[in-house]
């Protein structure tokens, strides 16, 4: 089914529509270019997981304890993903959520066309990111909302089926957020700074951002050409994904490689957004991943956003700037940041690397003044 979509640059195509018509191949708008194919290196991927063991696996049993804390900033450091374990957050409502969003996505697509999203703010039932015409897809649907803060909740673009989804949303996106708000705390600790200094460089947990996207993979026919979501490092602060409960997909570049997650039941994924290594000064790091399709199944994922306020400038913390390692970023906004990859859609490390390179050059400028003085 194809909807024009006010503010996109052509007829928007639901991927699940085109999975469902039962076509042999893919169109051509999906076909990646070869490096990018999902088995473009599949030895030394291969090989990349048998060395490294797959991304660590935290137990937040005792979020207090130093050794917790420890353990967050090694794979914050190290990985910038990890897979948390006895988080706090009940099983019995990941298994809600992640029902909740199957009955969505099994809707009439009338239904679920009702509310279709546009560029402006993504909110909404969309099947696209980035707004350059012509540009090669991703195979994936999904359904993005704004959680916080209070003036971006729109309650118009939350569905009303299933007649759960809602407040089962809503339940869970607190859970998820007071748990992104205990590994700041852990993630402040292991960096040496006080326990609340991260989320005060957010602008404080009261104007956190909060969003909530789910990912809808249908079966593909030619799994090899294409990803259900190009690679590319989130652009937020941290991201707490749980992961598809039958189906692999989720791969995590590690050294030139790309490494499948295995992910444990009822875990967590967690990964360092682009924020956050702003702001650490590049100690933590957000690291480049994607998502592959396969030709039998489905596969559900929901990702919670934890952002900073969207309106402060952000740069590196003080703290962890000295003479050895100046600051690596300019300031900029998240609201600012985050237009990027609205416009050009998922392009790898492209954007934040960007930033590195206009900091030195911008110092680079400063030091030939200084010497001219």
């Known amino acids: ?33 070869e490096s990018e194919r999902p088995a473009a290196d599949p030895e030394a991927s291969a090989a990349a997981l048998t060395v490294e063991g797959g991304i660590p696996v935290v137990d937040l049993s005792s979020p207090s304890d130093p050794a917790t804390a420890r353990a967050v900033s090694e794979a914050c450091r190290d990985w910038g993903f990890f897979q948390a374990v006895n988080h706090g957050v009940p099983a019995e409502l990941l298994r809600r959520a992640r029902g909740v969003w199957r009955g969505f996505f099994r809707q009439p697509m009338e239904v679920k066309q009702r509310y ?72 402040s600790v292991g960096l040496g700074v006080g326990e609340t200094r991260l989320q005060e460089a957010f602008g404080g947990a009261d104007d956190a951002g909060v969003c909530v996207r789910v990912n809808y993979y249908p079966p593909c026919p030619q799994p090899e050409l294409t990803l259900g979501l190009s690679s590319h490092s989130d652009p937020g602060g941290m991201t707490v994904l749980l992961a598809d409960d039958r189906v692999r997909g989720l791969q995590v570049r590690r050294r030139g490689a790309w490494v499948t997650v295995d992910p444990v039941p009822d875990a967590f994924i967690v990964n360092v957004g682009d924020q956050i290594q702003v702001l650490t000064n590049a100690t933590y790091r957000s690291v480049e991943h994607r998502v592959m399709v396969n030709a039998a199944d489905e596969r559900l994922s929901v990702a919670l956003f934890y952002n900073p306020k969207s309106d402060l ?51 680079t400028v400063d030091v030939a003044e200084n010497a001219t003085s």
């Open 1 to 33: 089914m194809e909807s024009a979509g006010a503010g996109w640059p052509e007829p928007v195509v639901r991927v699940q529509s085109l999975s469902e018509s039962g076509a042999a191949t893919i169109p051509d708008r999906y076909v990646k270019p």
């Open 116 to 187: 279709a999203n546009s560029p402006a703010t993504y909110e909404g039932y969309g099947s696209r990111l980035g707004v350059e015409k012509g540009a090669v897809l991703d195979w994936g649907d999904y359904y993005f909302l704004h959680v916080r803060p209070p003036h971006l909740f729109n309650p118009h673009k939350w569905p009303h089926l299933p007649p759960d989804l809602r407040e089962t949303t809503e339940e869970y996106s607190r859970e998820v957020a007071a748990l992104c708000g205990r590994l700041m705390t852990a993630m």
């Open 313 to 363: 400038p952000l740069a590196p913390m003080p703290e962890l700037v000295t003479p050895d390692r100046p600051a690596l970023y300019n300031p900029m906004t998240f609201d600012e940041y985050r237009m990027y990859i609205r416009r050009k859609g998922p392009r790898g490390k492209s954007q934040v690397d960007s930033l590195k390179a206009a900091a030195a050059a911008a110092a």
